[in-house]
């Protein structure tokens, strides 16, 4: 299922990568490679008075980690060989936590293919990171600046 061009992709397409559990070492890794030690995330006795009533991983330790997961696919799925440049990312919303011990997954929907001129586009996605129990967890709008194929190419 390569995908080459932006006309390769449709409308309402959908991709599901596996699964990865978010472990207590994520956690600490994640702290120590941004510097974000926030007790909500390290410190137990903390976070067992907050909401959650237990720690839980950074949104964005989830959003990068669950977003990566849809690059599990292959190479040219998710992205295709014609990728030029990452776009943007919009509308992210943290809309549940991500515990130790949760395993997430990346389902990813093709949401517009916008031609920009006659050698490139930009293919939008919306990705929803989602738990074991199939609760999103993150959910955002990715765009990329990708190429078209050329004239004469079937």
Not at 116 to 140: C, H, M, P, W, Y
Request: proline share 3%; charged share 25%; with cysteine.
């Amino acid at each position: 299922m390569e995908k080459i061009y932006l006309e390769d992709y449709h409308v309402g397409e959908i991709f599901v990568s596996q699964g990865r559990t978010i472990t207590e070492t994520d956690i600490i890794l994640f702290s120590a490679f941004t510097g974000d030690w926030h007790p909500l995330h390290t410190d137990v006795e903390y976070a067992a008075k907050t909401q959650f009533k237990e720690r839980i991983a950074h949104g964005m330790l989830g959003l990068v980690v669950g977003s990566a997961l849809a690059f599990r696919l292959g190479p040219y799925v998710v992205l295709p060989k014609s990728f030029i440049a990452f776009y943007g990312i919009e509308r992210v919303r943290f809309t549940a936590p991500v515990k130790i011990g949760d395993t997430i997954h990346c389902e990813v929907e093709v949401k517009s293919l916008t031609v920009k001129d006659e050698k490139s586009g930009i293919l939008e996605q919306e990705q929803a990171i989602k738990n074991q129990r199939s609760e999103t967890v993150i959910i955002f709008t990715t765009k990329y600046f990708v190429g078209r194929k050329p004239l004469g190419v079937v």
